[in-house]
């Protein structure tokens, strides 16, 4: 994860915040194992998929504070994705 803060008046910090996360996903058992025992045949009877998301968000926190800055959910596997950013301000 990227971040940039910047200062904000009444002791509150902006955060540019960007995430990528990237998966393998197989159509079927056989498609998980490795690639290096899988033939050729296995891999067009059943593709692999390559996903990946990208976000890039902004928060406004205080010292201390927290919040949930993202939620997402995989549409293949129903996977819930959550993103929760706290500011320490170490002076």
Known sequence: ???????????RVTLD??????????????ARSSAVEQTLESRVESPTLFRTV????????????????????DPLTGEI?????TLTVVK
Request: proline share 2%; net charge negative.
């Open 17 to 30: 915040e960007a995430l990528e996360q990237s998966s393998l996903y197989g159509a079927s058992a056989k």
């Open 1 to 11: 994860m990227n971040e940039l803060a910047l200062g904000r008046p009444a002791a």
């Open 54 to 73: 990208n976000s890039i968000f902004t928060v406004v926190l205080r010292d201390g504070q927290t919040t949930q800055a993202l939620v997402g959910t």
């Open 81 to 85: 994705v959550t993103v929760d950013v």
